[in-house]
C-alpha cells in the first residue's frame, strides 16, 4: 500500500483510508461486532492505516468498535475521530445539535480516548462548525490537547474557506474531511486551491457517492430500515433512475481499463492531488479487497479528461443533502 502524507503535517498515512461510521451507523442496523473487528484486520494486513471515526457513531458504538479492533496493534494506526455535537451520556442528542464549547471539546476528547483505548487521538475533527462558538476558541482549545498530549493533530469537516483560515492561523490544521468525489466538486471552486495554499490535506468522505459509484443501485434499490440515504434528494427513486447516466459513463471508462466503477472513481480522487486520502466505507471483505485495488490504478491526463469531458455530459439530479442538513456544511 502506498503512503501519503496529509499536507504539509508530518501525519503519514495509507494512500485509502477506512471510513468506520457504517459498520455502526447511518446506513443499516449495526453489523456484528467480532465481524466487523476482523474486517479492520484484514484492512490493516493489506497495508490499511488510517481509520475514521466519531463520537456520533453509533453514538458512541463505533469509538468503542475500533477501540477494542485496534488497540492491539495501536502503534501501526493512525486514527481520526471527531468532536462537535450535543450528546447526553446515554447517547440521545442534547440541545440544540452542535456543540464544541471547549468545555465540551475536551470533554469529547477524555470519553473518546477511552473508548479508543489509547492515549492519543491522532487527529481530531471538529464534525462540523458551530456558528455560536468562535473558530478562534475551537483552535485554541485543541492546540492545548495537543500540547497535553492527548491529541496529536487538528481538523476540520465541511469547514468553509474562512473558517478553515481562521482555524488554521492559530492551531495548523492537519486535513479538512469533507465529501468530495465525481459526483461533488463544489470544493474545486475556492476549497482546495485554499488547502494548497495552506499545506493542509484533504480527506474526501462519500468518495463513491454513498454507494451509488459502485453500479449497484438503480431506482428499484430499496433502503433498509434506518437507512439515511432514503432521506436523500440523491436517492429518490426519480432521481436514481436520472442519475444511471452518470454510472454508466463511469462504467464505460471502467471497461476500457480493466477495472470497476468504483476503482475508477477513487483513482480519479486519488490522481487529484498527491495530499488527497479517500475513506470509503464498506462492511464486506470482498468491496474493502475491490477499494484497495484502485491504488494501482494511474490515470493518465488523457484518462482524466475523458473522465471530466464524459461525466459533464450526465448531470447529477438531486441535492446531495436536504436544505436543513446542507446549511450545517461549509460554513
Known sequence: MQKRKLGKSNLEVSALGLGCMGMSHSYTPPK???????LIHAAVDRGITFFDTAEVYGPFANEVLLGKALSPIRSKVVIATKFGFNLNADGRP?????????ERIKAVADASLKRLKTDTIDLF???RVDPDVPIEDVAGTVKDLIQAGKVR???????????IRRAHAVQPVTALESEYSLWWRR?????IPTLEELGIGLVPFSPLGRGFLTGKMDENT?????????????????????????????????KQKNATPAQIALAWLLAQKPWIVPIPGTTRLSRLEENIGAVAIELTPEDLGNIDEATAKAPVKGD??????EKMAGR
Open 125 to 127: 475533527y471538529q464534525h
Open 222 to 254: 430499496k433502503f433498509g430500515e434506518g437507512d439515511f440515504r432514503s432521506n436523500l434528494p440523491r436517492f429518490t427513486p426519480e432521481a436514481m433512475k436520472v442519475n444511471q447516466a452518470f454510472v454508466k459513463l463511469l462504467g464505460a471508462i471502467a
Open 153 to 163: 493533530h487538528f481538523g476540520l469537516s465541511e469547514a468553509g474557506v474562512g473558517t
Open 320 to 325: 446531495r443533502y436536504p436544505e436543513h442538513m
Open 187 to 191: 470544493l474545486e471552486a475556492e476549497v
Open 94 to 102: 442534547g440541545g440544540q445539535g452542535l456543540n464544541s464549547r471547549p
Open 32 to 38: 456484528d461486532e467480532q465481524e466487523m473487528i476482523s
